[in-house]
């Protein structure tokens, strides 16, 4: 199974991007999915992620009311709906697959993940 992210690139502050993470295989409606991000120095970062029954989203403070994660199973794609982005946004983004029928925030929960796409937002 493969992660194939892309959507990044450079934008102004309060503007959007969305980033899309496709899977290769046929169980992708089975799996947790999640958003992470990284930036340089810094720690792997939760930003969204969504159950795979229920569709539940789940977002920290810090960018719930901006972002918004959604799954399209027919196409074994999740998105990242990224609103009002500010300079503090800018990272390299990664999506990411977890065995748990749970969301977690836990980068260590997540056993397969993307190549990563990068986020720059301007002041």
């Known amino acids: 199974v493969q992660l194939q992210a892309s959507g990044g690139g450079l934008v102004q502050a309060g503007g959007s991007l969305r980033l899309s993470c496709t899977a290769s295989?046929?169980?992708?409606?089975?799996?947790?999915m999640g958003w992470f991000r990284q930036a340089p120095g810094a720690e792997r970062e939760f930003v969204a992620g969504?159950?795979?029954?229920?569709?539940?989203?789940h977002l920290p403070d810090s960018v719930q009311g901006r972002f918004a994660i959604s799954r399209d199973n027919a196409k074994n794609t999740v998105y990242l709906q990224m609103n009002n982005l500010k300079p503090e946004d800018t990272a390299v983004y990664f999506c990411?697959?977890?065995?748990?029928?749970?969301?977690?925030?836990?980068?260590?929960?997540?056993?397969?993940w993307g190549q990563g796409t990068q986020v720059t937002v301007s002041s």
């Open positions: 969504i159950n795979p029954r229920t569709g539940s989203t």
């Open positions: 295989g046929r169980t992708f409606s089975s799996y947790t």
């Open positions: 990411a697959r977890s065995r748990l029928e749970v969301v977690t925030a836990i980068p260590q929960r997540y056993h397969i």
